[in-house]
């Protein structure tokens, strides 16, 4: 049985533009923990757009700051994919860089998502209850649920399991495409949100489908080390 990867495999590692940008990062001094941070600057910047763009009547500015979301999105999984590779292939790695490989993820996680449910505040309530900005919170809890059950496996010594079917780069994937849809929703049969809405929902169904599959693999890796006896 394979004990997963320690490192996530991301077939642009390998390609020319990617080593080149790690060449440039490497030049200019910068840290894979300095690189690692400004992703979460990437993922502040765009949260504050999906949720001011709540907050605009304005079509042509929520459409800028839909942009916006949508472009700090990629950027923030290429710093992610980039202080690994200064990391690793630079050599640069530091005693402290797991912290910051993985604490910064998790913020990214809960600000874009929290944000996104922020975002569909007052689309669909009852009483009380907000279930669209409970929705993005659940589906940061359940996204951070992932990696944790991720690295439980790797402090058991299980290894890192990175499967999906929603793992980190597919769930910010996705809201990108929810995020874009958006834009174009004050010319669709429906009110503006729904779009996230309803990817916040595939999100969080698929951040606990991802959840329960590495659980099961975690936990079938530790069966199998201790030779077959019950856990």
């Known amino acids: ?32 923990n300095q690189i690692s941070v400004g992703s979460v600057v990437f993922a502040a910047v765009g ?38 590779m200064l990391a690793v292939e630079k050599g640069m790695s530091s005693p402290v860089g797991d912290i910051y490989n993985e604490l910064p993820d998790r913020i990214s996680d809960v600000l874009f998502l929290g944000a996104a449910g922020i975002a569909t505040a007052g689309l669909v309530t009852a ?32 290894g890192n399991f990175f499967d999906g079917p929603l793992a980190k780069p597919h769930r910010m994937w996705l809201l990108m495409i929810g995020v874009l849809v958006g834009i174009a929703e004050p010319w669709l049969p429906w009110a503006e949100g729904w779009a996230l809405f309803g990817t916040l929902a595939l999100i969080a169904l698929g951040s606990l489908l991802t959840c329960a599959r590495r659980l099961r693999r975690v936990s079938a890796a530790l069966r199998a080390r201790s030779n077959g006896l019950p856990s």
Request: charge should be neutral.
């Open 127 to 158: 009483d009380r209850v907000d279930f669209g900005v409970t929705l993005g919170f659940l589906a940061a809890i359940l996204a951070v649920l992932t990696a944790y059950i991720r690295c439980l496996g790797a402090a058991l010594g299980t």
């Open 47 to 84: 949260a504050a757009a999906l949720i001011w763009s709540a907050h605009t009547d304005d079509a042509i500015i929520r459409a800028v700051l839909l942009a916006a979301a949508a472009a700090c999105i990629p950027l923030r999984l290429l710093l992610n994919m980039l202080d690994g």
């Open 1 to 32: 049985m394979s004990h997963g990867t320690d490192r996530r495999e991301i077939p642009q590692r390998s390609s020319q533009w990617a080593a080149k940008s790690a060449d440039i990062l490497a030049a200019a001094k910068l840290t894979p």
